[in-house]
């Protein structure tokens, strides 16, 4: 690929990238704030107050969707709770587990993290990669939509407070610092991308798709390798996120798998897109 293809598929318009002159700073602003006061991220409240808002966006997001379908109004219904309900209940059980210690890897003899982390991928991911009905929804919602939602993912910058603070290993929190922080500030200039319909567009997207997955796939991979636990390969002088500490093993417990579902969902929405266009020449 020529270095001007790949400059087409990721920046296809300045006006992408001015979204950046003022969400930059909000982000550099917020990396401020919580490594001068630490007790800020350690109360669980902005991880309670971006997941929550997330939850009600998808929510909400969803029902408008299915309401520019052609299903009946119980077919709607019906599918609204089939993926809504699932999902409320994984929160619910997830934070309760955080909070109680469930994720400590002494607690039990299973591997709870880890299990926390890929069931749900490996359960929702066929459902919404071959469900009908979900792929209606994926045709009448806008495809900025499900990228516009992964502006959160800016709030990854807790890591790297905690690692000013030495409150965990930079083997892992500068990687996955990083690159959460690189995702959710290109989600805002890969939604405007996209939403101008254009090839570019949708390339610009999916490369943003694809630096969201390997920023998983990477904070993943040093999580555990840095983790108490029998695939640890490398013991920092604190303990890693792996440790299983509320709030921040809701990050591994909720937020990773959610987000790698809702990139899933906007590679199959852009791909609809993509043969959609090409079926109309």
Avoid: C
Avoid at 78 to 88: F, G, K, R, Y
Avoid at 104 to 110: E, I
Avoid at 180 to 186: E, N, P, R, V, Y
Avoid at 241 to 270: C, E, K, N
């Amino acid at each position: 690929m020529t270095a001007e293809a790949v400059s087409s598929a990721i920046v296809p318009s300045r006006d992408a990238w001015r979204s950046l002159l003022w969400l930059a700073p909000l982000t550099v602003l917020w990396l401020l704030l919580i490594y001068s006061w630490p007790a800020i991220p350690a109360s669980g409240i902005p991880t309670t107050a971006h997941q929550l808002a997330a939850h009600g966006l998808v929510a909400l997001g969803l029902w408008l969707g299915l309401e520019h379908t052609s299903l009946t109004q119980d077919q709607r219904r019906a599918t609204w709770l089939a993926i809504m309900v699932p999902d409320t209940l994984w929160l619910t059980v997830a934070w309760s587990a955080a909070i109680n210690g469930v994720f400590h890897p002494d607690t039990a003899s299973l591997p709870v993290l880890p299990m926390a982390i890929f069931l749900p991928v490996m359960i929702g991911a066929p459902l919404l990669l071959f469900s009908k009905r979900i792929g209606q929804v994926l045709d009448a919602i806008p495809a900025s939509w499900l990228v516009t939602l992964q502006l959160y993912r800016i709030f990854g910058s807790w890591a790297i407070a905690a690692w000013l603070h030495g409150a965990l290993p930079g083997v892992f929190a500068v990687p996955a610092g990083i690159g959460d922080m690189l995702t959710g500030l290109l989600a805002l200039p890969a939604a405007i991308a996209v939403a101008t319909g254009t090839v570019e567009g949708r390339r610009a997207a999916i490369f943003w798709n694809f630096l969201g997955l390997a920023d998983f796939a990477v904070a993943i991979t040093m999580g555990v390798i840095t983790s108490p636990g029998p695939w640890q390969l490398i013991v920092p002088h604190v303990q890693s996120i792996g440790a299983g500490d509320y709030p921040g093993v809701l990050t591994p417990a909720f937020v990773v798998p959610s987000s790698i579902l809702l990139h899933v969902l906007s590679l199959r929405q852009l791909r609809r897109r993509s043969r959609a266009d090409v079926a109309r020449r």
